[in-house]
């Protein structure tokens, strides 16, 4: 499914839902961050999705970063909760939705990397490295937070 992604766009359609979703920055060995290049909006992004009825918030990002990239992981921190209401996401089914994210840090532990329905590329990216990819500002700013350590959780 396309979505068109809105960021403080007075011309952005009205919410008509809100989904939450979960992401992660996941860092190997090397410091490099596990990133996607999505299919549904041609950005790159850190891997993650919607919780389905039936599991925790950290049972979804374990599923996601399996589904999308091939890599199991273990969650290790809560980054934040990243809910801005100029972010707007629009799919081609109507559903116009306001960004609801909860992004955790997490460790691979296993599995090999490869792409999925809802990602045409994954890699692992050196962190000075991704200002030169297409991000969307939302995903920019889990990055970010995620590698500034802090001992309190980002929230909007």
Known sequence: MARTDY??????????????????LVRDSQ???LMIHRTDNDHYSIPGGGLE?????TQALIREVKEETGIDVKVTD??????????VIAYDDGEVRQEF???FRADPIGGELRTSSESKEVRWVVPSDVSSLD????IALRIERGLTPSARPYYT
Do not use: M, Q, W
């Open 7 to 24: 960021f403080h766009d007075p011309d952005a359609p009205t919410p008509n839902s809100i989904k939450v979703a979960v992401s992660a």
């Open 31 to 33: 410091g490099r961050i």
């Open 53 to 57: 009825a039936g599991e925790t918030v």
């Open 78 to 87: 809560l980054i934040g909760i990243f809910s801005n209401p100029d972010h």
């Open 101 to 103: 994210s909860i992004c």
């Open 135 to 138: 991000v969307h500002p939302s």
